[in-house]
């Protein structure tokens, strides 16, 4: 059974994910043909094409590695200088440039002189370059606000579930309370597990970061906590806050990896409930993931060591480690495979889902060849051109010639690949776990 559960949790994810690439070339696909660009094919995957069928002058289709997708749009690239698209130079650069440019024009049919990508007004080139990430972050937030707003997030609670014996700093190797430990300040004061704290210090919960913050703040300090018991019964009940060293975090209750600090400590551990966000909250939370997500984007050269150790020593993975589609569609087999509520399975493979396509919309959005940001930022480059000569009264430079970055986009995209297959290696053979 669990067997079966976890092929489940990787077919539901890599249906979700076709579904936001096919959503990705969409974007592309719509409005290139809503400023007259002829589109010859809209393909979701890569390789061997296992379904197709032509629709007017577009061939649909499904093709075998569903980790990808594109459009082809006839005239990416404008002709060389001297009006011609064939090689001119036995040059390898060269030979890139006019490969490329060449392949553009590959399936030009008569009648198509005006229908080229290159023809199209800058800002056309831009709407159309950005759609395709664009509707990734339309479903993102979508996806986000569904799983906050709908289903709800486990969140922590300022309900006691368990109270600990003794004062234990974090990174001690044992929590074992040795003899003549220090009892905790909660164990002294009476809480229990299913204690509900109403309020610290006089001060009201509402929920479990907050009453967080306020012991880390109260060290040294006696205050009064007010809780209701499992059976609802009140009570008032007394603590001297102790100090401890503890693991530093947000103000949210976000651990800040490898920092910890002195702090109040009480010594519970609390329980978890869903949560159900309002429309407010749920945009502060989909602010921070974003802001989490963009940092992530910038401290991606610095996991390569990581992943290979992670590959040739079999190195644990970290927890923050990137991640590829591979691994993605492992966690939602797993997550399947685990004894939790559906709504939890489904809420988990929803921010999945969500946060691939956040990153989707980032990473595309880079500035660089292949990239839809590379070709955004060449036709703002056109454009920025064309004003700059319309200012100074000078001859209209025409479009700029994205086929000349060519080779540069040939290193990115052999940078992306070898990256690519060294993340899909180590989510082969030293696989991120779920605890």
């Not at 590379?374 to 479009?399: C, K, N, Q, T, V």
């Amino acid at each position: 059974m669990d067997k079966l559960m976890w092929v489940l949790g990787v077919l539901i994810f890599v249906v979700g994910l076709l579904f936001s690439i096919a959503w990705h070339e969409l974007g592309h696909l719509s409005t290139a043909k809503l400023f007259g660009i002829r589109v010859p094919q809209y393909m979701v995957g890569f390789g061997k094409t296992i379904w197709s069928v032509k629709r007017g002058e577009t061939e649909y289709g499904l093709k075998a590695i569903p980790f990808g997708g594109y459009i082809r749009m006839i005239g990416m690239f404008p002709p060389g200088a001297d009006g011609r698209i064939t090689k001119r130079s036995s040059s390898p650069w060269r030979t890139m440039i006019e490969d490329a440019r060449a392949a553009s024009y590959e399936e030009i049919e008569p009648g198509d002189e005006n229908r080229l990508f290159y023809t199209r007004k800058p800002w056309k080139r831009v709407i159309v370059m950005f759609a395709g990430p664009g509707m990734n972050l339309v479903l993102s937030i979508g996806l986000f606000l569904t799983l906050f707003m709908g289903i709800g997030i486990q969140q922590s609670v300022p309900t006691v579930q368990s109270v600990s014996e003794c004062v234990v700093p974090v990174g001690a190797k044992t929590d074992t309370c040795e003899p003549g430990a220090e009892k905790t300040p909660a164990n002294l004061a009476g809480l229990r597990a299913g204690d509900t704290v109403l309020s610290f210090g006089g001060v009201p919960i509402h929920d479990y970061p907050q009453l967080s913050n306020l012991i880390r703040d109260s060290a040294g300090k006696h205050v009064a906590i007010e809780v209701r018991h499992k059976d609802g019964s009140l009570a008032t009940l007394s603590a001297d806050i102790k100090t401890n060293t503890l693991q530093a975090q947000e103000k949210d209750g976000t651990p800040i990896k490898g920092q910890t600090v002195t702090a109040g400590f009480l010594g519970i551990t609390p329980a978890t409930g869903v949560h159900h966000l309002s429309f407010g909250e749920s945009v502060d939370q989909m602010d921070s993931m974003a802001r989490h997500s963009i940092e992530s984007l910038t401290q991606l050269p610095g996991k390569i060591p990581g992943l290979w150790h992670a590959v040739v020593d079999g190195t644990p993975r970290d927890t923050d480690s990137p991640i590829g589609m591979v691994g993605a569609a492992r966690l939602g087999g797993d997550v399947f495979a685990m004894d939790l509520p559906a709504t939890q399975q489904l809420a988990f493979t929803v921010q999945l889902l969500a946060g691939i396509n956040l990153m989707l919309f980032l990473f595309n959005m880079l500035p660089l060849l292949p990239l839809d940001g590379g070709h955004i930022a060449g036709a703002l480059w056109e454009s920025l051109r064309r004003a700059a000569a319309r200012l100074l009264r000078r001859p209209d430079p025409g479009p700029f010639d994205v086929a000349r970055l060519m080779p540069l986009a040939y290193v990115v995209a052999g940078v992306f690949i070898c990256f690519t297959a060294l993340v899909m290696a180590a989510d082969i053979v030293n696989p991120v776990r779920l605890n």
